[in-house]
């Protein structure tokens, strides 16, 4: 086995069987497959058979099964491999395995370390290791979750703050107020210590100078503020937060508390424009469907999409037909926004009526309606109409559709011939040679070619 081969497989989930595919196997009870596959260089495979072993007390099995993986010196193996020591109760031998990979540099292999380190009484030994790297924002974000273990609040806060005295404008423009702060997460940081130290104040200070408000839909003033019951200025910060975060972090605040009225008013308020309704929508939709309010959803998803008929607002505005038994609404619906657009219907949207009419009794129609639409033949079509024809229970018909592209379906169709218990062709299906794409200089010309 080779490190880079494997990290290539593993990453791209090519010329291998991916993770849902191995645990689908063990679910149907071909663990001896498993095992042989995992002996055959298969990584995943490798890991869920090691797993399973030492969850029946095979332990040294396990470390075996994994070891040829751990001899190449790719860590994700060493990994697993300090994992299963770990929760075993072997931490130190955890720790004298995955010692040498982030002393070598392993941003990865470092972070896992000091997580490691801070979790069996060596905090200290942890920020030591970590402070070298604190320009770096997820060594920085470990560095201060391993502070707090080791009682080096203080000690973190002040790396942060030269950090932070240490920004410097972002471009040459003078009318530019950007600046460039490496962590660049340093303020988040900061205000996070400052929280658990119990310096409010001093953290909502810090978290009204940031230039990006909102991570991963998360506001953390808005989360800070709500933690500790301070809803006047929460309402306040979500008046003027303009990505919809602080509202809804309010409106979860509000329903919490029994007050469903005042949750649907905060997002109401601020979708009072179709711009702002469209950072709320979703949420909001949720929020109705959980007080027995569905139709009024529906109603809110379909006044929106009149005015942005986006292919993830129609999506969510199907699925809520379908849930209500409404799909010949949800049809007529697509119906009225394909006359809009002069009669076309590009798959994005067509693929929606599919389910629909599959609800209406209507499988075998939208079975010929995909056939016959202009991207009918398409390597994304061929999911959706394989889907179809796999319900219908014509499976042969559902695999030719996937085996028309195979280079693109191939996971897809090896889980259809493993549900038709066909294993041995879906693994060699799955372990085709694989060729690494080489990526060309970019020409400055946009594709046009779906997906987009």
């Known amino acids: 086995m080779d490190a880079a081969d494997l990290d290539y497989r593993a990453r791209t989930l090519t010329g291998c ?3 849902p595919l191995v645990a689908r196997l063990l679910e149907l009870g071909h663990e001896r497959e498993v095992e042989l596959q995992a002996s055959r260089g298969e990584w995943f ?30 860590w994700p193996a060493a990994q697993a491999r300090a994992e299963l020591l770990e929760g075993w109760g072997r931490a130190e031998e955890a720790i004298a395995l995955s010692r040498s990979y982030a002393e070598a540099g392993d941003r990865l292999a470092l972070v ?31 560095l201060v979750d391993v502070a707090e273990a080791a009682g080096m609040d203080e000690e973190a806060a ?20 950007n600046l460039r702060m490496e962590p660049s997460n340093a303020i988040d940081l900061l205000a996070a210590i400052r929280e658990r130290q119990g310096r409010i104040e001093e953290a909502i200070v810090l978290l009204h100078t940031r230039e990006v408000t909102s991570v991963n839909g998360r506001d953390q003033l808005a989360d800070l503020l709500a933690r500790h019951d301070r809803i006047t200025e929460l309402r306040a910060y979500a008046a003027s937060e303009h990505h919809g975060h602080a509202a809804q972090r309010l409106a979860e605040v509000l329903e919490e508390r029994g ?35 569905g139709d009024e959803a529906i109603e809110v998803l379909r006044a929106l999409t009149e005015y942005d008929a986006e292919d993830w607002l129609v999506h969510t505005l199907c699925t809520l037909y379908a849930d ?101 062709d879906a693994v060699r299906l799955l372990q085709q040679p694989i060729s690494k794409p080489t990526t060309p200089a970019w020409d400055g010309a946009h594709s046009t070619e779906p997906p987009f």
């Open 17 to 19: 069987i991916p993770p």
């Open 45 to 74: 495979c490798a890991l869920e058979w090691a797993r399973l072993l030492g969850h029946r007390g095979r332990r040294e099995q396990a470390l075996e099964v994994i070891a040829p993986y751990v001899a190449t010196n790719w």
């Open 112 to 142: 896992f370390f000091a997580r490691l380190l801070a979790r069996h009484g060596r905090g200290g030994e942890a920020f030591m290791l970590l402070r070298a790297g604190i320009q770096d924002w997820f060594l920085a974000e470990c």
């Open 158 to 177: 002040a790396l942060l703050e030269a950090r932070v005295e240490a920004a410097v404008p972002a471009c040459d423009d003078p009318d530019c107020n």
């Open 259 to 293: 007050d469903v009225e005042g949750a649907i008013a905060v997002y109401r308020t601020f979708g009072a424009t179709p711009s702002g309704m469209w950072q709320v929508i979703v949420p909001l939709s949720e929020l109705l469907v959980r007080h027995g309010r």
């Open 324 to 424: 209500h038994g409404r799909s010949r609404a949800g049809l007529a619906h697509l119906d009225a926004i394909k006359a809009r657009r002069d009669g076309k219907e590009y798959w994005d949207l067509f693929q929606m009526r599919l389910a629909l009419m599959a609800d209406c009794g209507l499988l075998d129609e939208a079975i010929e309606q995909a056939r016959a639409h202009p991207e009918g033949d398409t390597w994304y079509a061929a999911w959706a109409l394989s889907d179809m024809l796999d319900k219908a229970g014509r499976t042969e018909e559902a695999d030719a559709v996937l085996a028309q592209h195979p280079a693109v379906n191939s996971s897809l169709r090896a889980e259809r011939l493993i549900n038709l218990g066909r294993i041995q």
